[in-house]
Protein backbone atom coordinates (compact mmCIF):
# COMPACT_ATOMS: atom_id res chain seq x y z
CA UNK A 1 0.00 0.00 0.00
CA UNK A 2 1.07 3.46 -1.03
CA UNK A 3 2.15 5.60 2.34
CA UNK A 4 1.66 9.71 1.76
CA UNK A 5 3.68 11.91 3.35
CA UNK A 6 1.42 14.56 5.22
CA UNK A 7 3.08 17.03 2.49
CA UNK A 8 1.61 14.87 -0.19
CA UNK A 9 -1.78 14.58 1.63
CA UNK A 10 -1.74 18.87 1.96
CA UNK A 11 -1.52 19.15 -1.71
CA UNK A 12 -3.57 16.34 -2.76
CA UNK A 13 -6.52 18.61 -0.19
CA UNK A 14 -5.65 21.49 -1.91
CA UNK A 15 -6.26 19.95 -5.54
CA UNK A 16 -9.62 18.79 -3.86
CA UNK A 17 -10.44 22.27 -2.87
CA UNK A 18 -9.36 23.68 -6.18
CA UNK A 19 -11.90 21.04 -7.81
CA UNK A 20 -14.71 22.01 -5.38
CA UNK A 21 -14.09 25.68 -6.06
CA UNK A 22 -14.64 24.90 -9.86
CA UNK A 23 -17.76 23.10 -9.22
CA UNK A 24 -18.81 25.81 -7.56
CA UNK A 25 -18.23 28.41 -9.91
CA UNK A 26 -19.43 26.33 -12.24
CA UNK A 27 -23.12 25.25 -10.44
CA UNK A 28 -23.70 29.12 -9.13
CA UNK A 29 -22.01 31.29 -12.13
CA UNK A 30 -20.63 33.44 -9.04
CA UNK A 31 -17.64 34.00 -7.20
CA UNK A 32 -15.93 32.52 -4.03
CA UNK A 33 -14.64 33.63 -0.61
CA UNK A 34 -12.32 30.49 1.08
CA UNK A 35 -11.16 30.81 4.39
CA UNK A 36 -8.58 28.93 6.19
CA UNK A 37 -5.71 29.33 9.10
CA UNK A 38 -2.68 30.55 7.86
CA UNK A 39 -0.50 28.09 9.48
CA UNK A 40 2.86 26.69 8.08
CA UNK A 41 4.46 23.02 8.31
CA UNK A 42 2.86 19.66 7.63
CA UNK A 43 0.74 19.63 10.46
CA UNK A 44 -2.49 21.68 10.28
CA UNK A 45 -5.08 19.70 12.16
CA UNK A 46 -4.33 20.47 15.99
CA UNK A 47 -7.15 20.39 17.72
CA UNK A 48 -6.55 24.35 19.13
CA UNK A 49 -7.36 25.51 15.50
CA UNK A 50 -10.35 23.93 14.80
CA UNK A 51 -11.94 24.65 18.04
CA UNK A 52 -10.63 28.29 17.17
CA UNK A 53 -11.22 28.25 14.01
CA UNK A 54 -15.23 26.43 14.51
CA UNK A 55 -15.85 28.30 17.87
CA UNK A 56 -14.06 32.09 17.45
CA UNK A 57 -13.24 32.26 13.57
CA UNK A 58 -16.81 31.45 11.74
CA UNK A 59 -19.03 32.94 13.66
CA UNK A 60 -17.15 36.12 13.46
CA UNK A 61 -16.84 35.94 10.30
CA UNK A 62 -20.38 34.97 9.02
CA UNK A 63 -21.75 38.27 11.73
CA UNK A 64 -18.98 40.45 9.61
CA UNK A 65 -20.65 39.41 6.77
CA UNK A 66 -23.83 39.85 7.74
CA UNK A 67 -23.23 43.95 9.16
CA UNK A 68 -21.84 44.48 5.41
CA UNK A 69 -24.57 43.05 3.62
CA UNK A 70 -22.57 41.12 2.30
CA UNK A 71 -25.47 37.85 1.30
CA UNK A 72 -24.40 35.03 0.60
CA UNK A 73 -25.89 31.60 -1.47
CA UNK A 74 -24.85 29.06 0.37
CA UNK A 75 -21.16 28.05 2.35
CA UNK A 76 -19.62 24.44 2.33
CA UNK A 77 -16.52 23.18 5.32
CA UNK A 78 -13.71 20.69 4.70
CA UNK A 79 -11.57 19.57 7.51
CA UNK A 80 -8.74 17.40 6.11
CA UNK A 81 -4.79 17.73 6.28
CA UNK A 82 -4.73 21.48 5.92
CA UNK A 83 -6.97 22.36 8.49
CA UNK A 84 -10.76 23.88 8.98
CA UNK A 85 -11.69 25.31 5.04
CA UNK A 86 -14.59 27.25 4.31
CA UNK A 87 -15.82 28.21 1.02
CA UNK A 88 -18.28 30.81 1.09
CA UNK A 89 -20.20 31.07 -2.69
CA UNK A 90 -20.75 34.87 -3.23
CA UNK A 91 -23.90 37.11 -5.07
CA UNK A 92 -23.75 36.48 -8.37
CA UNK A 93 -23.35 40.53 -9.22
CA UNK A 94 -20.69 41.37 -6.55
CA UNK A 95 -18.12 43.51 -6.52
CA UNK A 96 -15.61 41.50 -6.06
CA UNK A 97 -12.70 43.98 -5.41
CA UNK A 98 -14.62 46.07 -2.74
CA UNK A 99 -15.25 42.37 -0.94
CA UNK A 100 -11.40 42.13 -0.60
CA UNK A 101 -11.07 45.71 0.44
CA UNK A 102 -13.49 44.76 3.39
CA UNK A 103 -11.62 41.50 4.14
CA UNK A 104 -8.78 43.57 4.17
CA UNK A 105 -9.64 45.89 6.63
CA UNK A 106 -11.30 43.55 8.66
CA UNK A 107 -7.72 41.12 8.74
CA UNK A 108 -5.80 44.60 10.01
CA UNK A 109 -8.81 44.79 12.78
CA UNK A 110 -6.81 42.37 15.29
CA UNK A 111 -4.16 39.74 15.45
CA UNK A 112 -6.54 37.15 15.13
CA UNK A 113 -7.49 37.47 11.75
CA UNK A 114 -3.86 38.08 10.42
CA UNK A 115 -3.99 34.15 10.97
CA UNK A 116 -6.31 33.73 8.83
CA UNK A 117 -6.26 33.30 4.46
CA UNK A 118 -8.92 35.08 3.07
CA UNK A 119 -9.03 34.58 -0.70
CA UNK A 120 -11.89 35.82 -3.27
CA UNK A 121 -12.17 34.47 -6.53
CA UNK A 122 -14.69 36.15 -9.64
CA UNK A 123 -16.88 33.70 -11.33
CA UNK A 124 -14.06 32.88 -13.54
CA UNK A 125 -12.02 31.55 -10.44
CA UNK A 126 -9.28 34.00 -11.05
CA UNK A 127 -8.00 35.33 -7.58
CA UNK A 128 -8.61 38.95 -6.75
CA UNK A 129 -4.88 40.29 -5.21
CA UNK A 130 -3.99 42.75 -3.26
CA UNK A 131 -1.53 44.06 -6.37
CA UNK A 132 -5.22 44.82 -7.67
CA UNK A 133 -5.84 47.48 -4.97
CA UNK A 134 -3.09 48.92 -5.28
CA UNK A 135 -2.28 47.59 -1.22
CA UNK A 136 1.42 46.32 -0.16
CA UNK A 137 1.64 42.65 0.06
CA UNK A 138 0.67 40.75 3.60
CA UNK A 139 3.57 41.25 6.69
CA UNK A 140 5.10 38.70 8.03
CA UNK A 141 3.80 38.06 11.76
CA UNK A 142 7.40 38.01 13.16
CA UNK A 143 8.92 41.29 11.52
CA UNK A 144 7.67 43.90 8.89
CA UNK A 145 9.18 42.25 5.48
CA UNK A 146 6.25 40.52 3.11
CA UNK A 147 5.08 37.10 4.58
CA UNK A 148 5.84 35.59 1.42
CA UNK A 149 9.44 37.12 1.30
CA UNK A 150 10.03 35.74 4.32
CA UNK A 151 8.74 32.29 3.43
CA UNK A 152 10.61 32.14 0.08
CA UNK A 153 13.95 32.79 2.48
CA UNK A 154 13.14 30.79 5.37
CA UNK A 155 14.07 34.08 7.21
CA UNK A 156 12.20 32.39 10.27
CA UNK A 157 12.16 29.22 11.75
CA UNK A 158 8.81 27.46 11.63
CA UNK A 159 9.01 26.51 15.42
CA UNK A 160 8.89 30.27 15.77
CA UNK A 161 5.88 30.91 13.48
CA UNK A 162 4.07 28.42 15.00
CA UNK A 163 5.00 29.43 18.99
CA UNK A 164 3.66 32.93 18.27
CA UNK A 165 0.44 31.98 16.38
CA UNK A 166 -0.26 28.92 19.13
CA UNK A 167 -0.02 32.05 21.36
CA UNK A 168 -2.33 34.17 19.62
CA UNK A 169 -4.19 31.64 19.40
CA UNK A 170 -4.22 30.19 22.75
CA UNK A 171 -4.88 34.36 24.32
CA UNK A 172 -7.82 34.16 22.15
CA UNK A 173 -9.82 30.92 23.10
CA UNK A 174 -8.55 32.25 27.02
CA UNK A 175 -10.14 35.30 26.24
CA UNK A 176 -13.11 34.14 24.66
CA UNK A 177 -13.89 31.43 27.36
CA UNK A 178 -13.71 33.91 29.94
CA UNK A 179 -16.09 36.29 28.42
CA UNK A 180 -19.01 33.53 28.48
Known amino acids: MLEFKPTNKILLNREQHYLLQQQLVNKYQAGLLT ?9 KQQPQYHHFFQTIIKPQLFAFLQSKGINYQTSQ ?3 DETGDYLVIVLPQLANYLHMKELLIAFEMKAKIYQLLDFDIYDQHLQAISRQQLNLPMRKCYLCAEPAKWCARQKTHLISELLCYINNVIEEEIERNDKAK
Do not use: D, T
Open 35 to 43: VNLNIPGAH
Open 77 to 79: EIY
